[in-house]
T-cell receptor, first 109, second 113 residues
Framework: DAKTTQPNSMESNEEEPVHLPCNHS???????IHWYRQLPSQGPEYVIHGLTSNVNNRMASLAIAEDRKSSTLILHRATLRDAAVYYCILREGTDKLIFGTGTRLQVFP | NAGVTQTPKFRILKIGQSMTLQCTQD?????MYWYRQDPGMGLKLIYY???????DKGEVPNGYNVSRSTTEDFPLRLELAAPSQTSVYFC????????????FGNGTRLTVT
């Protein structure tokens, strides 16, 4: 399985934008980049996914480098409820989703 | 829709005891998964199933068994509980396809003493 590398932790102030980086230098052409987040004491929840082009949804934006070796999850205005562990995952094929250790985001008022 | 429901929420087992963690989903998803999460760590895939009657091992299957007799249910069985199985267990389900997001339950916190 292709690997991803994320910082262990990041901090932000409320209402500021947050850029969460992810490196995936061994990504293959058919791997989709998925992001999930896990709020305290809950199961993970889907955030966004992309292949080559930048993607936006109501939760976040995903910026993908032209060579696809890195991506950035963007929270446009962080809120206290965005404090969570964010996982960047390469999904190959259809069967499995393999999680890494993720980035713990702290948001300060 | 209830989504993915896991029972029980909490359980304490003695070493050597057995138990079944229950997982049911009402979204008619073909795919179901079991993950475990140790304190401060990411999730590890235990077993997964792509449909009734079909199961496959994930990253950490030792010490566990699964069955999938219906689309809705995917129970996880621990036969001889060990302290190393102390963890939070998450069940998830999805439609087939690389783009289909996983829907997770709220987990079962298991302690083996």
């Amino acid at each position: 399985d292709a690997k991803t590398t994320q910082p262990n932790s990041m901090e932000s102030n409320e209402e500021e934008p947050v850029h969460l980086p992810c490196n995936h230098s061994t990504i293959s052409g058919t791997d989709y980049i998925h992001w999930y987040r896990q709020l305290p004491s809950q199961g993970p929840e889907y955030v966004i996914h992309g292949l080559t082009s930048n993607v936006n949804n109501r939760m976040a934006s995903l910026a993908i480098a032209e060579d696809r070796k890195s991506s950035t999850l963007i929270l446009h205005r962080a809120t206290l409820r965005d404090a969570a562990v964010y996982y960047c995952i390469l999904r190959e094929g259809t069967d499995k989703l393999i999680f890494g250790t993720g980035t713990r985001l702290q948001v300060f008022p | 829709n209830a989504g993915v429901t896991q029972t029980p929420k909490f359980r304490i087992l003695k070493i050597g005891q057995s138990m079944t963690l229950q997982c049911t989903q009402d979204m008619n998803h073909n795919y179901m998964y079991w993950y475990r999460q140790d304190p401060g760590m990411g999730l590890k895939l235990i077993y997964y199933s792509v449909g009734a009657g079909i199961t496959d091992k994930g990253e950490v299957p030792n010490g566990y068994n699964v069955s999938r007799s219906t689309t809705e249910d995917f129970p996880l069985r621990l036969e001889l509980a060990a302290p190393s199985q102390t963890s939070v267990y998450f069940c998830a389900s999805s439609y087939p396809g690389q783009l289909s997001p996983l829907h997770f339950g709220n987990g079962t916190r298991l302690t083996v003493t």
